[in-house]
């Protein structure tokens, strides 16, 4: 689907029709396209069942790994597909073989998920340096903290809260001089702006799909560098080599991306991604130069609103952040005029996708700025 202008794709979103909606760093609308593709395969096992399900299955699903890989740079034999975000960040925590007095480090500006799995490594006497930091100085911030006592470097590619796009490469750089490797969330930017695994020389990538990769919960996807975690930390029955053969007494462990797929995954959530990243793929710069434009476009309305903007302006993607006391009542204000947004951080984040359009967001803040003025 090669579209002319981003303008074209609200045709395959309904809900454009109704709701000015900013809020794809919290869920994306899944695409008509997307949704269809879900349909068919849930649609052929009604009237198949295992028929369409093993010939789905037939080719180790290649071609939702190949479509995924290709949007960021990886081959399919590094691409396994995974519920959420927090599963893939599990299975870095407890994949690596950490020992005792090894150093995790991560920051405060993380969502939950990119901490918490680390967490439970501290009783092995592993250290979790959670660095106190500011989307101004976040690079430096984490690379003073970077040792040779560090295993591992765990950071989102854009902030959740702060709407900030971290200067992957700076700190990587920081993380090799040390021997350390780096897990990469990429949930807030895979969809929105360009990634390359290659480029960015990252160790692990994670990502769920229903956010900016406009795909259904349940979705997901990890980057494993090859040679790493060869032996994963759990097993499932996918874990052998030959699964279909279903013999308990032997075992012998699956060397490909499924060796981290524990067993039977949501394929048709899966194949809705698939066909995202196609489509996303097929216009990946249009839809990166709109995303940009867009969050730009937002910084400048609101600071002719007088509204503060927490986010910096150069180093952003699709999120911006607009500094409010009482968020949580102006999103419920918002709501009502049927514009949806979240509030996060210090504030309301406005998250625009690439076929959002600059009469949404000017109306936006106009309504910010009114609510703020009277309940502030």
């Not at 479509?67 to 960021?72: V, Y």
């Not at 959670?130 to 430096?140: A, H, L, R, S």
């Not at 995954?265 to 793929?281: F, R, T």
């Not at 867009?294 to 699709?318: C, D, M, W």
């Amino acid at each position: 689907m090669k579209l002319k202008d981003p303008k074209e794709f609200r045709e395959f979103v309904p809900i454009t029709k109704k709701y000015i909606y900013l809020n794809h760093a919290a869920i994306s609308p899944t695409p008509l396209p997307s949704l269809f593709e879900a349909y068919r395969y849930l649609y052929e096992v009604t009237t198949e069942g295992s028929i369409a399900v093993s010939k789905e299955e037939e080719n180790e699903f290649f071609q939702i790994r190949s479509k995924i890989a290709n949007l960021i740079g990886a081959s399919v034999e590094e691409i396994s597909l995974i519920p959420n975000t927090s599963y893939g960040v599990n299975v870095v925590a407890h994949g690596l073989n950490f020992k005792e007095n090894d150093n995790i480090v991560t920051d405060n500006l993380e969502f939950p998920t990119v901490v918490y799995p680390f967490l439970k490594l501290v009783k092995k006497g592993v250290k979790v340096n959670i660095v106190k930091t500011t989307p101004y100085t976040f690079e430096e911030d984490i690379i003073a903290n970077i040792n040779k006592n560090t295993k591992l470097v765990a950071i989102s590619h854009v902030s959740f809260n702060t709407g900030l796009r971290v200067d992957v490469k700076k700190i990587v750089k920081a993380a090799r001089e040390n021997g350390a490797l780096v897990l990469l969330d990429v949930i807030q930017s895979a969809g929105a702006v360009k990634i390359n695994v290659k480029e960015f020389d990252v160790d692990f990538v994670v990502a769920g799909g229903y956010k900016w990769l406009m795909s259904p919960q349940g979705s997901g996807f990890m980057y494993v560098k090859k040679g790493l975690i060869e032996d994963p930390p759990f097993y499932g029955w996918k874990s052998t080599e030959n699964y279909l053969d279903f013999d308990s007494t032997t075992f012998k462990l699956e060397k490909g991306p499924r060796r981290f797929e524990l067993g039977t995954i949501d394929v048709a959530s899966n194949l809705a991604l698939a066909k995202s990243c196609e489509i996303i793929d097929e216009n990946m710069d249009m839809i990166e130069n709109s995303v940009m434009h867009l969050s730009q476009f937002a910084i400048k309305i609101a600071h002719e609103y007088g509204l503060e903007v927490i986010t910096p302006e150069n180093k952003r993607a699709g999120i911006v952040i607009v500094k409010t006391k009482r968020a949580r009542d102006i999103a419920k204000e918002l709501f009502k005029e049927n514009i949806v947004i979240s509030p996060r951080g210090e504030g309301i984040r406005i998250s625009t996708h690439f076929y959002n359009t600059e009469e949404e967001i000017q109306a936006t803040m106009e309504k910010i700025s009114a609510i703020n003025r009277k309940i502030n």
